[in-house]
């Protein structure tokens, strides 16, 4: 497991990622397209403010295993999430 600042780098780094993918596929879209990745951008950006909020409200006073399942599980939701948008946006 990776320290708190270097897995919400990771976070931000593969949402940046995602939402400049999702712009690059507007550039000479019809109007329809651009709505379309408008919303995804919308999503994604949702869902990184959900994974950094996650990492910052992590499990207090418990043991050691508790806390490293629930920032494998934050890791584990990222790649989803990279995934997923990956395949909307149309990269994958």
Not at 5 to 24: G, M, P, V
Not at 46 to 66: G, H, S, T, W
């Amino acid at each position: 497991m990776s320290n708190k600042r270097e897995l919400k780098k990771q976070i931000k780094e593969h949402t940046n990622r995602l939402i400049e993918d999702a712009y690059f596929q507007t550039l000479e879209a019809d109007p329809k397209e651009v709505k379309k990745m408008e919303s995804i951008v919308d999503e994604i950006v949702d869902k990184r403010f959900e994974l950094i909020n996650r990492v910052a409200n992590y499990p207090l006073n418990k043991n050691r295993r508790q806390v490293k399942e629930h920032f494998n599980s934050i890791q584990a939701d990222l790649e989803k999430l990279n995934i997923e948008f990956s395949k909307k946006i149309g990269r994958v």
